[in-house]
């Protein structure tokens, strides 16, 4: 039967700041209804990875109140060793090259600075012919850092006839470090493109003829380019096997703060799991997925820094909620009563809600009550309520999943273009990356940055491009390019006859090139942005591929092995 949507779509919710308001309310109304049985029909597959299913464990944590004093002086140690070392040029980029690689970079923040503002300077003023590895070093640090260095000072490296040196193919060193560099290029950089290519074939071919610990090396920076992987995950492989002087000394501080930050962390999965359960929307909506951890990963992995704990367990609030109306969109509800749905969060209207159906009722009230008290501890903290502008997100999001949801009951694909347009916000990156401008709103909320945040930046529709597609191709993987998922991969065989998935493979690739491209642009000074925010920014590009990298078994291996050791093994050097 169709579902009417002439209900009173009157005035709504009344204050936004009810100081009793928390999850009990919520309890009361999951209680108070139980969901009833509609449609199957979805537009994308839902997967539901091992990894992430199921009860959590909880865990015995780690005290380190014993190891503080002795952290306190490892850590007056590498700060004077970076303030000497850091005098000579190539030793400071080596010694900030490891520091933020073992990721304990926030403790050297102001030295960091410090030495990049003399390396920026130099970069101007002192060119080397001979020292690839000193350059490219220079040159991707100070771009991480923001700061706007031309491609140009890689024109050195080239003969009089446009070519790379033959001199530079033999230097191993050197030729990681002008790849590692090539992965911040903006658009319009061939020089930089080209570099990168170059590197890159020149380094897969010497594999083979490096001893065991030279070949590890190059394989790690191919596979896993700094700039575009998480360094937390790829923090275990930068361990030194023999280290000495201030290596050895930056290795200890790092495992004494690995120990303390991965404590942090199991306190944080122990406090979102009975989050998680007390809501009880996992037993009340049966259909969707209940994966906390997963859920957690993305805030732990794009908010690393560990005194970002409370945002970390806030942001995966509305995570968790993307994820149960995604699987309302996809799984469960019929195209009538995802109108209807759609038109409640669009007024935002609770007296509305109460004639949705059971399963859309609760959601919503869960949705509306997580997003009151969000907005009123954000109130709290900063004096600014946003309120508005996070409803403006959920709206966002519903209107895309509807969109998708009407192409699939009419049985008709999208334009390629349209597609990616409405896909885009369908990834739900503004939603999380709009919270977690406000969350982290001590870094600096104004009429101006919230005006731009509203209005789906670049930064954030470069990150959700990646996103997008990156899912889209894990998707079109899974299926074995013959389902129906409604992907970029399956529009774009659509529109060009004759074309294989290979060729649409390859299509999605250079997009994703395309908006890290974009992505990087965004991330240099003048940035609107705080660091942390665009830091944010990059690592969920950095997360993408590890959560969709599926394999036969729908589970996702990559971010397994990640997973493991950050949260519950021991590690040692």
């Not at 004639?355 to 903290?381: G, Q």
Request: aromatic fraction near 10%; charge should be negative; glycine fraction near 4%.
């Amino acid at each position: 039967m169709a579902m009417s949507c002439s209900v009173s779509l009157a005035a709504a919710s009344g204050s936004p700041f009810p100081q009793n308001r928390s999850s009990e309310r919520v309890k009361h109304i999951l209680k108070e209804f139980k969901p009833t049985p509609a449609s199957t029909q979805n537009w994308r597959i839902s997967k539901k990875q091992t990894l992430v299913s199921g009860p959590l464990k909880h865990r015995r944590t780690i005290n380190t109140d014993d190891s503080d004093l002795e952290f306190a002086e490892k850590l007056k140690t590498i700060k004077d060793l970076l303030r000497n070392e850091g005098e000579d040029p190539i030793q400071g980029l080596a010694m900030i090259d490891a520091i933020q690689r073992l990721t304990v970079d926030y403790h050297f923040q102001e030295e960091i600075d410090s030495i990049l503002a003399r390396q920026s300077m130099l970069s101007r003023t002192f060119h080397s012919d001979n020292n690839l590895y000193e350059i490219a070093l220079r040159f991707r640090l100070l771009r991480q850092q923001g700061y706007h260095v031309s491609a140009g000072v890689f024109e050195n490296l080239k003969d009089n006839e446009g070519r790379f040196k033959q001199e530079l193919s033999g230097d191993i060193r050197g030729l990681m470090s002008l790849y590692e560099a090539s992965q911040l290029s903006i658009r319009g950089e061939d020089l930089l493109d080209e570099a990168g290519d170059y590197s890159y074939q020149l380094l897969r071919s010497s594999v083979t003829h490096l001893d065991y610990k030279q070949a590890r090396w190059v394989r790690n920076s191919l596979d896993h380019p700094h700039h575009k992987s998480l360094a937390s995950f790829m923090a275990k492989n930068f361990f030194n096997d023999e280290p000495n002087g201030w290596v050895s000394e930056l290795q200890e501080l790092a495992m004494t703060e690995f120990k303390m930050v991965k404590s942090q962390h199991q306190l944080e999965v122990s406090e979102i799991s009975k989050w998680w359960k007390d809501l009880g929307l996992s037993k009340e909506i049966k259909f969707a997925r209940d994966q906390p951890l997963k859920w957690y990963m993305w805030s732990m992995s794009c908010l690393a820094d560990p005194c970002l704990s409370e945002q970390r367990i806030e942001l995966t609030k509305p995570i968790s909620m993307i994820y149960i109306i995604d699987d309302i969109f996809d799984v469960y509800g019929t195209l009538d009563e995802l109108v209807c749905f759609t038109e409640v969060i669009n007024r935002w209207d609770i007296a509305a809600a109460e004639h949705l159906p059971d399963y859309m009722k609760i959601c919503f009230k869960a949705l509306d009550n997580i997003t009151d008290e969000i907005s009123y501890e954000i109130y709290k903290k900063h004096g600014w309520n946003p309120v508005d502008s996070l409803r403006k997100t959920w709206t966002g999001l519903f209107n895309a999943f509807l969109v998708e949801a009407k192409w699939f009951a009419s049985g008709k694909l999208p334009s390629s273009e349209e597609y990616l347009k409405n896909g885009i916000v369908s990834s739900g990156v503004n939603v999380v990356l709009v919270h977690i401008f406000f969350l982290l709103g001590h870094q600096g909320i104004s009429k101006e940055n919230v005006e731009l945040i509203n209005n789906f930046p670049a930064i954030v529709s470069s990150t959700a491009t990646i996103l997008r597609l990156w899912d889209d191709l894990g998707s079109a993987e899974d299926e074995n390019q013959d389902g129906h998922d409604g992907s970029y991969v399956e529009c774009y065989l659509k529109e060009n006859e004759g074309s294989s998935y290979e060729d649409a493979r390859n299509q999605v690739l250079e997009m994703i090139s395309d908006a890290w491209k974009q992505l990087n642009q965004e991330c240099l000074s003048p940035n609107p942005f705080s660091a942390t925010f665009s830091k944010a920014s990059l690592n969920i590009a950095r997360m993408v591929p590890l959560m969709y990298s599926y394999d036969d078994n729908h589970r996702l291996p990559t971010l397994e092995e990640h997973v493991e050791p950050l949260l519950y093994e021991n590690v040692s050097l």
